[in-house]
């Protein structure tokens, strides 16, 4: 094992800690005690280079350090439904890990399958369509501390050189605004080390049955520039993901090509300040999609190609003065970039636009978002508190033409919308006797839109203003350290959009409104178990939903009222120091209570929730010729989940079993990794949709990944 997990597993439990401070040099501290809060986790020393970190493997017994709730939290004190998945040395290079990595790892977290970069996500059943139109996400994606989408769908970052992603969910309204109704996909990257020179390197390949084979790698460098005061950490990646459906004479076509770099510089500005920046770029290629017409079928008749393509560019500046004088600053601006591309055969289905002879269909997305933060956290007494300044602005453009065989063109859609959203927030907690506490959140916000829609020979504009106070209350109750038990109520809003109605005329929407009550319980044991159960239930006001309507364009329009019930567990077991169970599982009831769609449902469950779900897995650690090595073999089960509300289009979803192995071997500073999925080759449909001209008229299924295997390399240079 490397040094520091040697350290971390001599001292866990001690209430110490190791901390490197020179190329060869450890310090061994005292862990700083939390102030009700919890809120210091870290030292103040300026030579604190990155966030607190999480737990660095499965096996080490510190502390997991939560900062998705603008605080650095213990997730053991944390009075929220919250689940985090880091990663050990050896995964943080591997560039296949992804959103679907974090998903099948914890409860209430799951999306559409239509592939890489074009997919919606969902937490705890706050699911309002399918389809990718234009209506708000109901989920945040933020890096570090800057905001990545507004609107777009889920870009799918690829998971290198990332300390852990946090999933805190349930409405976030009151600490993140508008478009958190389910919760935040928090990633937290490794941030720029001022002491140590530091590179890794992986290469890899896999192959896929009844598919093609791939090639993987990356590179992780850091540097300091002047030691201890600036440095600086380079990341690169690139891989050529394998297809394995096939469309007419064309093999394996709906390959992926992903290539992503990343440039942070830290800087030690004295007087405890320090300064990050980053730059962060990643360019994903699809060549094709991956439905097909049959069921458990992996190929489809010759038809027209429909690559994917989505870019994202992001800066963003930090300021930090963390723990100086009892109050934490800091001040953080993110500005993104991102392009989503599509193209659809069109040959079908496009008839009642007017246009001969149509080929393709092009939709073509541009989404720029601006997220500005000023926050300050202090204590008064033996209260907590939290105080923020937000500005956020974001615009989205869209536009769809179709495309004949001669050449010609027509524009179907184009729609242009810019958001501002400027916010006071705050939170407090105060604590009551010695083990109980009171949290209060509230966001003032007002946000304004102006929407411009073109028509044939004329453009329609419309602004709208929204002011109004996202509040969350929470009471958590400690007995005793790791023990926790606490009730939340959350709450949290989105900007409504528009809708074209029968007339041909622009109309505006209500915006959605969701509360959420709760009730969470989580342990840990002496002897390292751990358990975590919660319940919920939320009310959603005005749900929005992207309907496809019968020409196969997709329009925003308000589906109704939702009601939500759930629960989930989850569980991790050791046994002695070899052997360790982890598993978990969630049950979900989403519902519409109230129909506004104007025809009569069937069946009222909100789209791609799955009702249940069950994970578990097993690792086995031992010694393999005095090389470090572990086993983990694991089973996931999703279950019967739907397509639509409406009934002429609906499918079903789900019923999937994945099964995997995941094996390494550490000697030193290398490690190798054989990893295998689905191994029962499972032929279920994970998403019953893939182009929407096509898609009233021609039954359409996603088909699981045929098994796979894969091999990797990693080698750590110190």
């Known amino acids: 094992m490397t040094v520091e997990e040697a350290l971390a597993r001599l001292l866990a439990g001690s209430g110490y800690r190791a901390r490197q401070v020179g190329q060869t040099a450890w310090r061994i501290e005292l862990v700083p005690r939390p102030n009700p809060s919890s809120r210091k986790a870290s030292s103040p020393s300026k030579s604190v280079t990155a966030p607190a970190p999480a737990r660095q493997n499965s096996e080490s017994q510190s502390v997991i350090i939560v900062t998705g709730t603008k605080r650095n939290s213990s997730l053991g004190g944390l009075p929220v439904a919250a689940a985090v998945v880091s990663f050990p040395e050896d995964k943080r290079v591997t560039v296949g890990d992804d959103t679907s990595t974090v998903a099948a790892r914890i409860e209430g977290l799951a999306s559409t399958g239509l592939g890489p970069g074009r997919n919606r996500m ?89 598919g093609g084979t791939g090639y993987s790698g990356s590179a992780i460098v850091n540097i300091p520039i002047v030691s201890e005061r600036a440095a600086l950490r380079l990341v690169g990646y690139s891989a050529t993901e394998p297809g394995w459906v096939d469309t007419g004479n064309r093999k394996n076509n709906n390959r992926t090509q992903v290539t992503g770099l990343r440039a942070g510089v830290g800087v030690d500005a004295g007087a405890s300040w320090r300064l990050d920046l980053t730059g962060f770029a990643q360019w994903q290629n699809s060549r094709d999609s ?7 079928a992996r190929e489809r008749p010759a038809q027209n190609a429909e690559p994917h393509d989505n870019d994202l560019r992001h800066a963003a500046i930090r300021i930090s003065r963390p723990a100086s004088g009892n109050v934490d600053i800091l001040l953080s601006s993110g500005m993104t970039w991102h392009e989503v591309g599509d193209t659809f055969d069109a040959s079908l289905g496009a008839e009642s636009f007017g246009l001969a002879n149509v080929k393709l269909l092009t939709d073509q997305r541009e989404y720029r978002l601006w997220d500005n933060e000023l926050r300050l956290n202090g204590d008064l007494g033996r209260i907590d508190w939290l105080l923020g300044l937000s500005y956020v602005r974001s615009s989205q453009f869209i536009w769809g033409q179709l495309r004949a065989s001669d050449g010609a063109t027509l524009t179907i859609d184009d729609d242009r919308r810019v958001t501002h959203d400027i916010a006071l927030f705050s939170d407090v907690i105060l ?74 005329q622009l109309e505006t929407l209500k915006s959605d409104e969701l ?27 005005n749900l929005q939903s ?31 120091n070899r052997w360790k169970i982890e598993g978990g599982a969630s049950f979900t009831m989403a519902k519409l209570v109230k129909n506004a769609l104007g025809s009569e449902l069937v069946d009222r469950h909100l789209p791609i929730v799955p009702e249940y779900t069950v994970r578990g897995s097993l690792a086995h650690d031992l010694d393999v010729g005095g090389a470090d090595a572990r086993l983990r073999f694991y089973i996931n089960y999703l279950g019967p989940s739907r397509l639509s509300f409406d009934p002429l289009l609906d499918r079903p979803m789900g019923n999937l079993v994945d099964t995997g192995m995941e094996g390494r071997v550490r000697l030193h500073n290398f490690t190798l990794s054989v990893a295998a999925t689905n191994l029962l080759g499972r032929r279920g449909d994970s998403f019953a949709f893939g182009n929407a001209l096509r898609f009233s008229t021609t039954r359409q299924y996603t088909p699981q990944q045929p098994p796979t295997l894969s091999i990797s390399l990693h080698a750590q240079l110190r």
């Open 122 to 210: 969902a937490i705890r059943g706050v699911a309002d369509s399918s389809f990718n139109g234009e209506s708000q996400t109901t989920v945040a994606v933020l890096f570090d501390d800057a905001r990545l989408t507004y609107s777009a769908p889920d870009p799918n970052i690829r998971l290198v050189d990332v300390d852990r992603v946090e999933v805190i969910k349930g409405p976030q309204g009151s600490l993140f605004g508008s478009g958190t109704l389910g919760g935040i996909y928090h990633i937290v990257s490794r941030r720029a080390d001022l002491d140590a020179v530091h590179a890794e390197v992986s290469s890899g390949a896999e192959n896929v049955g009844h």
């Open 290 to 296: 991956q439905y097909v017409y049959a069921s458990r």
């Open 431 to 504: 604590p009551i006797g010695d083990q109980f506490k009171l949290e209060a959140g509230t966001r003032f916000f007002r946000n304004s839109i102006k929407e411009t829609r073109v028509f044939p020979g004329t453009d329609v504009t419309r602004r709208r203003h929204h002011t109004g106070i996202t509040p969350s209350l929470a009471l958590s109750w400690q007995p005793r350290d790791g023990q926790l038990a606490f009730v939340r109520y959350g709450s949290a809003n989105r900007q409504g959009g528009s809708d074209i109605n029968a007339a041909g």
């Open 515 to 541: 509360a959420t009550l709760e009730a969470g319980w989580r342990q840990e044991f002496s002897d390292g178990a751990q358990i975590d159960v919660g319940i919920h239930h939320s009310w959603w006001e």
């Open 546 to 576: 992207d309907l496809l309507q019968p020409d196969g364009l997709i329009e925003t329009g308000t589906a109704g009222n939702a009601r939500i019930f759930g629960g989930e567990l989850s569980f991790a077991k050791p046994f002695g």
